[in-house]
């Protein structure tokens, strides 16, 4: 029987999404991206109170998969005209999709290559925000609301930043770095978002043999590639053998030893996997108690496929952990390729563009719908 001909009170109204249950209607917008959810504030009242929520939008935050950051720039006349102009590019990469995301993108002058690394350098990801420098100043920004605010201090021209972090429970942002002066061994120092003040913490550290290591500054330790990790911010030793990790801790303010299961030789990035031809297995150990320091290996992987000398166009390659997946590359001036492997060590995908300078980035960024406050 058609509901026409049913009495009023037996008729079945259509159930609109505006009067679906708070909790289903929550479930539903959680799923969505992060851009999708500031287009619904514009919808209704409720929807924009609802996406406007700060504990809803960082639930949003927590279900969104961190992706690796890589960074190049390009050419925007091509090869048949020089504008004098580059796109510098920032992206991330969806493994499950194969798919690259544009995270950030801005044009700026043309520089010489010849003349070293980019004036372009991501610092630091921290809660969908990114820690940017072009030109020597430095910049927070957050893609998603599309949000921007010069940092200072530090001051590039003479202080290195070594990473980004939130402050314990409070909603503060604070960048950490450096200041080496002629001979002088480094001072650490640490500055809060948008307050433009500066707090010296060095020597801050009960470990006497971390003070004298913390003193040979980016001699001793790779402090370019930060990593966050359980809040905490960790970077690697290089050169030598080392069973330890440098770390720093972010409620207490102070550096620390990480102890490792294994000693490290020469390693120059936490994503680095040795390629040497006599190297056929990787172990990728999981820090299971970060408290206590206990560690498991959780994978033992045979490599028999990847063979990246016998791979056309890759003169002297390289690999990279990225999550759970490898990626390899280099650098030419013309014509980028990145690679793309299975945990078996299997090639999966080939990645080409017309950029230059790739770098895979050590940092791990997640989008974020918050506006932040000091921003």
């Known amino acids: 029987m058609a509901d026409s001909s049913r009495p009023p009170e037996q008729r079945c109204a259509p159930l609109a999404i505006a009067n679906l249950p708070k909790e289903i209607l929550l479930e539903i917008l959680l799923l969505l991206p992060p851009k999708s959810i500031l287009r ?12 406007k929520d700060r504990a809803f939008l960082l639930a949003h935050h927590r279900r969104q998969p961190p992706r690796r950051l890589f960074t190049f720039v390009r050419d925007v006349g091509g090869n048949n005209h020089d504008l004098g102009i580059l796109d510098y590019c920032v992206e991330a990469i969806n493994f499950r999709t194969h798919e690259f995301l544009s995270v950030v993108r801005f044009t700026g002058e043309d520089y010489d290559f010849s003349l070293g690394d980019s004036q372009f350098v991501v610092h630091a990801a921290c809660s969908g925000l990114l820690l940017m420098s072009y030109n020597k100043c430095l910049h927070l920004c957050n893609p998603t609301t599309r949000q921007w605010l010069y ?22 942002y604070r960048v950490l770095y450096y200041r080496a002066m002629g001979d002088l061994a480094p001072k650490f120092y640490i500055s809060t978002v948008g307050s433009g003040k500066e707090k010296c913490i060095w020597p801050h550290s009960p470990s006497a043999s971390l003070i004298v ?16 990790f359980h809040g905490n911010l960790h970077w690697l030793p290089h050169l030598g053998r080392h069973d330890k990790i440098v770390m720093f801790d972010t409620v207490n303010e102070v550096f620390q030893w990480l102890q490792l299961p294994f000693k490290m030789c020469n390693v120059v990035s936490l994503l680095e996997i040795d390629c040497d031809e006599d190297v056929r297995v990787a172990e990728i150990w999981l820090l299971q108690d970060h408290k206590n320091q206990m560690w498991a290996c959780k994978y033992h992987i045979e490599l028999p496929a990847l063979d990246i000398s016998t791979l056309p166009d890759l003169d ?6 990225v999550g759970r997946k490898s990626c390899g590359g280099r650098p030419p001036a013309e014509l980028q390729r990145l690679l793309l492997s ?3 060590g299997y090639l999966q995908e080939r990645f080409r563009w017309d950029g230059s300078l790739l770098k895979i980035t050590p940092a791990l960024f997640g989008m974020h719908s918050l506006r932040h406050r000091t921003m």
């Open 342 to 344: 299975d945990m078996n």
């Open 213 to 228: 290591w913390l003193a040979k500054g980016s001699e001793g330790t790779a402090f370019n590639e930060p990593f966050l």
């Open 316 to 321: 002297s390659g390289y690999i990279q952990e």
């Open 40 to 51: 619904c504030r514009a919808v209704c009242k409720a929807w924009r109170a609802v996406t």
């Open 151 to 172: 940092v200072f201090p530090p001051a590039l021209q003479h202080d290195k930043v070594v990473g980004l972090y939130a402050h314990g429970n409070s909603s503060e």
